[in-house]
């Protein structure tokens, strides 16, 4: 077999309201994942990060795979692909089962975790995961791996994630149109938390806040497992439209803007600059301080961070996050934003990277690509290796991917 044949390749496609990404990884022999293709388009079919344009969405995705394949100069069949929206619903639930014989098996493992699972949800919702917390043995309690205890009772506390069936079916839909089978939907948040987080965080108690472009999506780890998961729908896409109402800018330009001059603390700006804003319609540009800009931006990732720890109260978890916040997603990135989120949460924050992996470096770097970086720790925990098909691709097979992208983008 020639090592070209031998590639173990995962995919990780992230949906997202802004981008969509798709990585291509290659985990080593010693399990480290090098990302090995990367493809990234913007988005036009999703709102909140629900699938609202079948066909905007299949052609996002379809262009994206294209662009890693080439990258990786391999075709994947199938892929891990990240759900959210404000219809995912979480429940931390408990199963009990009896030992079968004195020593706890691997089914009953199993088993018990399937009778957490026994809750009741509407019937428009689906079971997207269900994320053991902890075991406990007889009375011992905080137990991770029970396999090879011995006692007569075993219990499992487990978070239960729910979504919409409608949302998980049409997502599905768009990436089986691109020709991929969806190995599984896995959350975004528990995505971008297996890349940005780190082992002692999880264990200490952390919560991570994704920004993404419609959603902010945050889950709690504490004692090494996943305690809280929610969906707040603000994010990118309301600082954008704050800018472009405030100044009277079209959307496109209100974005370029956020994005060159932005920044989250007015009090970071020491040098005050001017910056052209164009009108709407056939107006001339203005010009318009920096500073105003950060206060029009400031009110917006404030509230956000106030429903956070809102969010955080609510669910009782705020004060076990002693381990802090940590922050990812593109709209993390704006200057001054974990200083302010630093501020409201009266805790320590920091910006979340994608660690882990290796290769193409801006998706080594940038909690930009959280998600779909998340999605291929996730897939390689779950032992689903794929091998590339078809690897040796022929000079007329790249001629037809070429003018297939041709066709796409012009
Ligand atoms: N350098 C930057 N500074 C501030 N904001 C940024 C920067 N780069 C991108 N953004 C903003 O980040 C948002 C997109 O974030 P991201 O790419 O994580 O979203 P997404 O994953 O596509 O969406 P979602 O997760 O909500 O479905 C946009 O609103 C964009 O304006
Ligand atoms: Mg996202």
Known sequence: MS????????????????????????????????????GQQPSRGLKRGVVINIDATVQSIRRAVEEAEMMANARVQSAYVGLSGAHIKS???VGVVPVSSREVSHRDVEKVIEAGRAIAIPADQKVIHV??????????EGILKPEGMFGVRLEAKVHIVTGSMSAAQNLQKCVESCGIHVDKLCLQHIASSSAVLLPDEKDLGICMVDIGGGTSDIAVFKGGSVRHTAVLPIAGEQVTNDISVAFRTPT??????????????????TEDEE???????????????????SEVIRPRYEELFRFVRKELHRADWYDAIAGGVVLTGAASM?????????????????????HEVTGVRDVARSPAYATAVGLLIYARSQNNVRMPVNENRTAAFWMDRVSTWFKGNF
């Not at 590639?7 to 480290?32: A, F, H, W, Y």
């Open 252 to 269: 496109q330009a209100a974005e370029e803007i956020k994005i060159k001059y932005g920044c989250a603390l007015p009090q970071l700006i």
């Open 275 to 293: 910056i052209q804003v164009p009108s709407v319609g056939e107006g001339p540009p203005r010009r318009l301080s920096r500073l105003t800009l």
């Open 3 to 38: 090592k070209r044949e031998s590639r173990n390749l995962l995919m990780g496609l992230d949906v997202g309201t802004s981008k969509v990404v798709c990585v291509i990884g290659e985990v080593m022999p010693g399990g480290q994942i090098e990302v090995v293709g990367l």
């Open 334 to 354: 704006m200057p001054g934003v974990p200083e302010l989120a630093e501020e409201v949460f009266e805790l320590p924050t920091r910006l979340g990277p994608p």
């Open 131 to 140: 994320l053991p917390q902890e075991f406990v043995v007889d009375n011992q």
């Open 91 to 93: 429940h931390n639930s």
